[in-house]
């Protein structure tokens, strides 16, 4: 239980994930009243606070640009959930159906919201909130789309704030505030938010747009070349044969940097120089040793996208917009689940995450090898059981 007096007023926020379909509404319909005109039935992720019913917002605004404010009443008219059980308001923490009612009319923000029948199918894209939280948002972050804007998305997606990364990472919670505000993230701070992200730490590096340090970028551009090879022994293990040879990657010892490849061989991809999700996806994919061939090949392998390498050129250039089905196949090899990456790239989520253990793991731990430590990693993964 939290009421809103205890919640910083910038986390006074709903979350819309989407407007329920017909399923839905026919299968948990019956706990809300019928529609009026100006009225939409969303669906809300975990609640900041206990919302009581007859609770009225001021303003709504796209999470990917808080300065494209609506101002528009809203009301908290009814809410229900899974059991379809009528709620005498929006509980803590909960993900809830929720009746709301706009005021003069639904705007376009929201009727713009996808469909679905059940939670989690899509990322909550629609903030709705008082003017003064707004304006503490806005006062606080600055309306800027750096890092602190990544680490915002992420805060609100699991659900967690500055107290709690700082405790993660040790560092002081001011300090934390700073960079979710739009201040400059310190190398030592990145490298600490690794953990609290689930993500490498070189990754972190890449989302802040700062340069990967030597000690965290890959050893030896000829290395990636061999990438495919090993994804094709690993597609056909099981999870524990992956976790087995992921065991064996970890026991090799760190080596000293490879002189690059011999003038016209393939090295890594190079730096994406594009703006938006795509150019950020194939930084990451370069975090991996993976050259623009190697990259093709490894999709083909992992997902079946038989894109050419200079089409993975123009994604890195910015030049293809990333569909939900493209953000999946960068999960998969990546080895981090769809929703966690649309959050951290500002992309539309895929359905499906990557599995637990996968060869998009595997495929982020053998970036700092060298071609000879590859082939030791392939003759293991080939030595497994399929």
Same mark, same amino acid.
């Given at each position: !239980?939290?009421?809103?007096?205890?919640?910083?007023?910038?986390?006074?926020?709903?979350?819309?994930?989407?407007?329920?379909?017909?399923?839905?509404?026919?299968? %948990?319909? /019956?706990?809300?009243?019928?529609?009026?005109?100006?009225?939409?039935?969303?669906?809300?992720?975990?609640?900041?606070?206990?919302?009581?019913?007859?609770?009225?917002?001021?303003?709504?605004?796209?999470?990917?640009?808080?300065?494209?404010?609506?101002?528009?009443?809203?009301?908290?008219?009814?809410? /229900?959930?899974?059991?379809?059980?009528?709620?005498?308001?929006?509980?803590?923490?909960?993900?809830?159906?929720?009746?709301?009612?706009?005021?003069?009319?639904?705007?376009?923000?929201?009727?713009?919201?996808?469909?679905?029948?059940?939670?989690?199918?899509?990322?909550?894209?629609?903030?709705?909130?008082?003017?003064?939280?707004?304006?503490?948002?806005?006062?606080?972050?600055?309306?800027?789309?750096?890092?602190?804007?990544? %680490?915002?998305?992420?805060?609100?997606?699991?659900?967690?704030?500055?107290?709690?990364?700082?405790?993660?990472?040790?560092?002081?919670?001011?300090?934390?505030?700073?960079?979710?505000?739009?201040?400059?993230?310190?190398?030592?701070?990145?490298?600490?938010?690794?953990?609290? %992200?689930?993500?490498?730490?070189?990754?972190?590096?890449?989302?802040?747009?700062?340069?990967?340090?030597?000690?965290?970028?890959?050893?030896?551009?000829?290395?990636?070349?061999?990438?495919?090879?090993?994804?094709?022994?690993?597609?056909?293990?099981?999870?524990?044969?992956? *976790?087995?040879? *992921?065991?064996?990657?970890?026991? %090799?010892?760190?080596?000293?940097?490879?002189?690059?490849?011999?003038?016209?061989?393939?090295?890594?991809?190079?730096?994406?120089?594009? /703006?938006?999700?795509?150019?950020?996806? !194939?930084?990451?994919?370069?975090?991996?040793?993976?050259?623009?061939?190697?990259?093709?090949?490894?999709?083909?392998?992992?997902?079946?996208?038989?894109?050419?390498?200079?089409?993975?050129?123009?994604?890195?250039?910015?030049?293809?917009?990333? /569909?939900?089905?493209?953000?999946?196949?960068?999960?998969?090899?990546?080895?981090?689940?769809?929703?966690?990456?649309?959050?951290?790239?500002?992309?539309?989520?895929?359905?499906?995450?990557?599995?637990?253990?996968?060869?998009?793991?595997?495929?982020?731990?053998?970036?700092?090898?060298?071609?000879?430590? !590859?082939?030791?990693?392939?003759?293991?993964?080939?030595?497994?059981?399929?």
């Amino acid at each position: !239980m939290r009421t809103e007096e205890a919640t910083p007023e910038t986390e006074r926020v709903l979350y819309v994930e989407s407007r329920a379909d017909a399923r839905v509404l026919a299968d %948990l319909g /019956t706990a809300l009243p019928p529609r009026a005109a100006g009225e939409e039935v969303l669906f809300l992720s975990f609640a900041y606070a206990d919302v009581p019913l007859g609770r009225r917002y001021e303003c709504c605004f796209p999470r990917a640009d808080e300065r494209d404010v609506t101002w528009v009443t809203a009301t908290v008219v009814a809410v /229900t959930q899974q059991f379809g059980k009528p709620f005498t308001g929006i509980p803590h923490g909960w993900k809830t159906l929720a009746l709301l009612r706009f005021e003069p009319e639904v705007p376009e923000l929201v009727r713009a919201l996808p469909t679905a029948s059940a939670w989690y199918e899509h990322p909550a894209t629609v903030h709705i909130a008082d003017r003064a939280t707004w304006e503490a948002r806005r006062r606080e972050y600055g309306g800027d789309d750096g890092f602190g804007a990544v %680490l915002r998305r992420w805060t609100e997606h699991r659900r967690t704030d500055s107290g709690a990364l700082s405790r993660q990472t040790g560092l002081p919670e001011e300090r934390v505030r700073g960079v979710l505000g739009g201040g400059p993230a310190s190398p030592s701070l990145l490298r600490r938010l690794g953990p609290a %992200l689930g993500l490498p730490a070189a990754d972190v590096f890449v989302l802040a747009g700062q340069e990967v340090p030597d000690d965290l970028a890959p050893l030896d551009p000829r290395a990636g070349r061999l990438v495919p090879d090993l994804v094709r022994h690993a597609v056909e293990l099981s999870p524990d044969g992956i *976790r087995a040879v *992921r065991g064996f990657v970890a026991s %090799l010892p760190q080596e000293k940097p490879v002189a690059g490849p011999p003038e016209g061989a393939a090295g890594p991809a190079p730096r994406a120089a594009g /703006t938006g999700p795509g150019a950020l996806l !194939m930084r990451l994919v370069g975090n991996r040793n993976l050259g623009l061939t190697a990259t093709a090949k490894t999709f083909a392998l992992l997902t079946g996208r038989y894109w050419s390498p200079a089409t993975y050129g123009v994604v890195a250039r910015g030049g293809i917009e990333v /569909t939900a089905d493209l953000l999946a196949d960068f999960a998969a090899v990546l080895g981090v689940p769809a929703p966690d990456l649309a959050v951290l790239c500002g992309a539309p989520a895929g359905e499906a995450p990557a599995p637990a253990t996968g060869p998009g793991e595997l495929i982020s731990d053998v970036r700092r090898l060298t071609a000879d430590r !590859m082939r030791q990693v392939i003759e293991a993964a080939r030595a497994q059981p399929s």
